[in-house]
């Protein structure tokens, strides 16, 4: 499964997963890559294939010793890619925190789930917390309206 892609000046792009190998991606259109999934949709309009390997192996140890935040926004990968990174999560500061957004269809295509995940970041003393985000870009706060922009 997929976790995010890491591009290294002159090497080839991996898709961080919890084995080393192929995998398959299916973009959802041209128009929007950010819905890119490794789980089949219905009807695929496209597919590639791109090498995988662990994250906790293709990120150094200096690396992951200095990050404060690590972001996962992977259409359905998040179990195999917090398996992936696994290994790696000792040599994290102590102050360093995962965000990671979920797509619970998607993991359950794959028998995987939300609260799964939760359990084994939890296991390794993270702890949980809900971000909301509907995505829509319309203030919520009439106070934060800019009044140049509504004269």
């Known amino acids: 499964m997929v976790d995010l892609v890491v591009d290294q000046p002159g090497e080839p792009s991996f898709v961080s997963a919890d084995t080393h190998g192929r995998q398959s991606l299916y973009p959802e259109g041209p128009a929007n890559l950010g819905h890119t999934t490794a789980v089949r949709p219905r009807h695929a309009h496209m597919t590639f294939d791109v090498q995988t390997a662990p994250l906790a192996g293709l990120i150094s140890s200096a690396q992951f010793a200095t990050t404060r935040i ?7 990968g998040e179990a195999a ?30 028998g995987e ?33 800019d009044k140049e922009r509504t004269q």
Do not use: C, M, W
Not at 70 to 76: A, F, P, R, T
Not at 89 to 109: H, M, S
């Open 70 to 76: 690590i972001k996962i926004d992977v259409e359905g």
């Open 81 to 110: 890619a917090v398996r992936g990174l696994l290994p790696a999560l000792a040599r994290l500061p102590d102050d360093a925190e995962l965000v990671v957004e979920f797509a619970p269809r998607l993991l359950a295509k794959q």
């Open 113 to 145: 789930s939300a609260t799964g995940i939760i359990g084994i970041l939890s296991e390794n003393g993270f702890h949980a917390y809900t971000l909301t985000n509907d995505y829509d870009p319309t203030p919520k706060n009439p106070k934060h309206v």
